[in-house]
């Protein structure tokens, strides 16, 4: 018997034993299923802007920064699937459902032609006090779970968070990007010269946190930048 079917019948056994649970209706996964149950994945409320140019994400950037492309692959609303989703992987530990999301996100994106145009992927730090406390960057695993499906490299070391800003969920769109002055910094810019550079985030709020990468990035010579978010709230 191979290590290949050993490794099935673990999986099967493990699955037997131990089942997993959709994140959105809790019933036991089957196997070949991950995160969602097939009927739960089809209730994403997906955006399909990656086939829409003047798309609201693209319109929230457009006049602050020099972008190439910029999307969403949901909608981030109150009570919603992606709500439930994001929140499990940004304060429970859900650490597969940001892989499951970034993958999925990025077979959305191979619909398009634009996306072989990308380099590199770079997630939106954090600072690194608050990274030790939750043990993870919630970004960093959905810039993951996009390289996988688009076999492109992520890369966390470009960009440091130099302060840890404080929270911006009660803040007006100036206030966020006062919070935001002169956060972030390039850690490592060699060989990015004219390279065309992929940030992204979870949700985008007024996009002030993106923004404040994109200008720390827009330093290095011949940068290109596009934008790419799990989530977008309402505006």
Known sequence: MNIRKLNEIKESLLHLFYPRLCEGCNKPLVLGEEVLCISCSLEIPETNYHHIEDNETALRFAGRIPFINATTFAWFNNDS????????????????TGIYLGR??????????WWK?????????????????????????????????????????????????????????????????????????????????????????????????????MKIEGIKISVATIGIASS
Do not use: W
């Open 81 to 96: 699937l992606i709500q439930h989703l994001v929140h499990g992987l940004k304060y429970r530990n859900k650490k597969e």
């Open 117 to 217: 145009e990308i380099d590199i992927i770079v997630p939106v730090p954090l600072h690194r006090e608050k990274q030790a406390k939750r043990g993870y960057n919630q970004s960093l695993l959905i810039a993951q779970g996009l390289s996988e499906a688009l076999h492109i490299p992520a890369d966390a070391h470009i960009l440091e968070r130099l302060r840890d800003t404080e929270s911006q969920t009660h803040k007006t769109r100036v206030e966020r990007l006062r919070n935001m002055e002169e956060a972030f910094t390039i850690n490592n810019n060699r060989h990015l010269k004219g390279k065309h550079i992929l940030i992204c985030d979870d949700v985008l709020t007024t996009g002030a946190t993106l923004e404040a990468c994109a200008l720390a990035l």
């Open 104 to 113: 999925r996100f990025g077979e959305r994106l191979k619909e398009t032609d």
